[in-house]
T-cell receptor, first 111, second 114 residues
Framework: EAGVAQSPRYKIIEKRQSVAFWCNPI?????LYWYQQILGQGPKLLIQ????????DSQLPKDRFSAERLKGVDSTLKIQPAKLEDSAVYLC?????????FGPGTRLTVT | DQQVKQNSPSLSVQEGRISILNCDYT??????FLWYKKYPAEGPTFLIS?????DKNEDGRFTVFLNKSAKHLSLHIVPSQPGDSAVYFC?????????????FGKGTHLIIQP
């Protein structure tokens, strides 16, 4: 069974630029999550989707971050404009029952 | 305000001995707890979990203990093996089991020495 796929794996941008990350969850997983992991910290939930509906986006900085999950499968997370403090690994996960499966993450560096 | 705390950034254990990783939480609404293991450049992988209705869960070499009154849980690995060297994250959720959004600790880097 293929795991959660994410791209790109690495991205370097300048502050005030825009960036987008893509996630393809495990086939059949209805729930999808985006987490932000800053260096030295644990992952922090940004947004949770159930199919193509948002379940929880309370920690998403909505002035600059947006996410969508069209057709309830793939998802994209966008940052516009990026700030230095957005440098982090962005992890996508999908779940079935009581277990979340994480992708390898996208490491974003904002200079 | 950190709701899940792992106060030991790193832990070094000799191969074959017991590794004990600790986690404390402050939110009394948490009712499901999980441990994840992470290797460099990979996403976290699920290791073991425990519901708040239990005080112990065992899976092979891994055992998780939950002390609700102390708001404390621990992960025991016996015996420790070189492949166990990784960062271990404690995580918790409210009402949704492991499928709800998780609150993670900062992680403990476990180093198994030969």
């Amino acid at each position: 069974e293929a795991g959660v796929a994410q791209s790109p794996r690495y991205k370097i941008i300048e502050k005030r630029q825009s960036v987008a990350f893509w996630c393809n969850p495990i086939s059949g997983h209805a729930t999808l999550y985006w987490y932000q992991q800053i260096l030295g910290q644990g992952p922090k939930l940004l947004i949770q989707f159930q199919n193509n509906g948002v379940v929880d986006d309370s920690q998403l900085p909505k002035d600059r971050f947006s996410a969508e999950r069209l057709k309830g499968v793939d998802s994209t997370l966008k940052i516009q404009p990026a700030k230095l403090e957005d440098s982090a690994v962005y992890l996508c996960a999908s779940s079935v029952k009581n277990e979340q499966y994480f992708g390898p993450g996208t490491r974003l560096t904002v200079t | 305000d950190q709701q899940v705390k792992q106060n030991s950034p790193s832990l070094s254990v000799q191969e074959g001995r017991i590794s004990i990783l600790n986690c404390d939480y402050t939110n009394s609404m948490f009712d499901y707890f999980l441990w994840y293991k992470k290797y460099p450049a990979e996403g976290p992988t699920f290791l073991i979990s425990i519901s708040s209705i239990k005080d112990k869960n065992e899976d092979g070499r891994f055992t998780v203990f939950l002390n609700k009154s102390a708001k404390h849980l621990s992960l025991h690995i016996v015996p420790s093996q070189p492949g166990d060297s990784a960062v271990y994250f404690c995580a918790a959720s409210v009402g949704g089991g492991g499928a709800d959004g998780l609150t993670f600790g900062k992680g403990t880097h476990l180093i198994i020495q030969p």
